[in-house]
């Protein structure tokens, strides 16, 4: 069965059709543009009508394009920008119409139970024991933490995300050091005083994990965070870019989601491999669980 997910998020809206083989998902198509949701709505206090229209059309041709290569089965879905819209009921209203489908604004929890399940039945191998999943966005950023087996045990949800501290702290290109050194303390007070479980393994998903996997490969601990700091405030926006092939929207707010990474591995108390999954992932592995027990899916049109 081919499904699809839409993910609008705080910086980008994307879209996942994939389907079950072999017991994991073979993804037939991805495709994602940077809609800075999370953006318009902080120099508002609510989306622009600009804004939505914008969104709108975005997600209308990632459902048309997921309905030409056959899904069956389409969930769209709005997090943290959206969620804490004033206006977030008219946006998600406006966006189903012009998708022909409804939009879901997941709750915290609920967006961290789908990032769980992508992240831990993604990762190709058995996991045993509790394991804990950080999903950094553009806007907040999550900590969950379960077992495979009985499921999520606990969602923490921060208000803190890559996009909002890049837009407030990151203006230089490169960033300077007393840019970096003031985000980085920012970050120290902000989670001043938190304190999480600690899984016995841990695992980074989001648009900066997986964008890091490129500058220093596919664990995340202090010395491979740091040498991705250096590398991000050493030469300028476009030329990592081009040297990682990354976008260069992404190498932007990179260092927001290195650093806001660093320190939810310092709360875990250990080092983050990067899933091969996330939300999106999870969203179709939901879908695929409904269908075969029956319940009723999202239908494209």
């Known amino acids: 069965m081919l499904c699809a997910a839409v993910d609008i998020g705080s910086n980008t809206t994307r879209v996942l059709v994939a389907e079950p083989q072999d017991g994991q998902l073979r993804k037939v198509m991805e495709q994602r543009a940077y809609t800075r949701v999370e953006k318009d709505d902080k120099r508002r206090g609510k989306i622009s009508a600009e804004k939505v229209a914008e969104i709108a059309e975005v997600v209308a041709t ?32 406006e966006i189903a119409e012009a998708a ?10 609920e967006e961290g139970r789908l ?30 933490v379960g077992t495979v087996i009985e499921g999520v045990r606990a969602v923490r949800s921060f208000k803190i995300g890559s996009g909002a501290l890049a837009e407030e ?19 120290g007070d902000f989670f001043a005083g938190v304190e999480v479980a600690q899984p016995a393994q841990a695992v980074a998903v989001g648009g900066s994990a997986t964008s890091l ?12 965070l740091e040498r991705a700091v250096r590398v991000l405030s050493g030469d300028p926006i476009a030329d990592v870019a ?48 409904g269908a075969a027990n029956g319940a009723p899916t999202a239908v494209a049109a």
């Open 242 to 289: 081009k040297r990682f092939e990354l976008d260069p929207r992404r190498v932007q707010i990179l260092p927001a989601g290195v650093l806001i990474l660093e320190k939810l591995s310092e709360l875990l108390g250990q080092p983050l491999q990067i899933g091969k999954g996330g939300l999106r992932e999870g969203i179709i592995l939901d879908l695929l669980t």
């Open 115 to 144: 990032a769980f399940i992508g992240a831990t039945k993604t990762l190709g191998h058995p996991v045993a024991g509790e394991v804990g999943v950080v999903d950094v966005g553009g806007g907040s950023s999550e900590i969950v």
């Open 169 to 187: 702290f990151l203006t230089n290109d490169p960033p300077s050091a007393s840019e970096i050194r003031g985000l980085r303390d920012y970050i």
């Open 100 to 109: 022909g489908s409804p939009v879901e604004i997941l709750s915290e929890h």
């Open 62 to 93: 990632q459902v048309r394009l997921a309905e030409e290569l056959g899904a069956e089965a389409i969930r769209i879905v709005a997090t943290a920008a959206i969620r804490e819209s004033k206006n977030a009921p008219a946006v998600a209203e």
């Open 213 to 224: 996997r490129t500058l220093v490969g596919a664990v995340l601990e202090y010395e491979t």
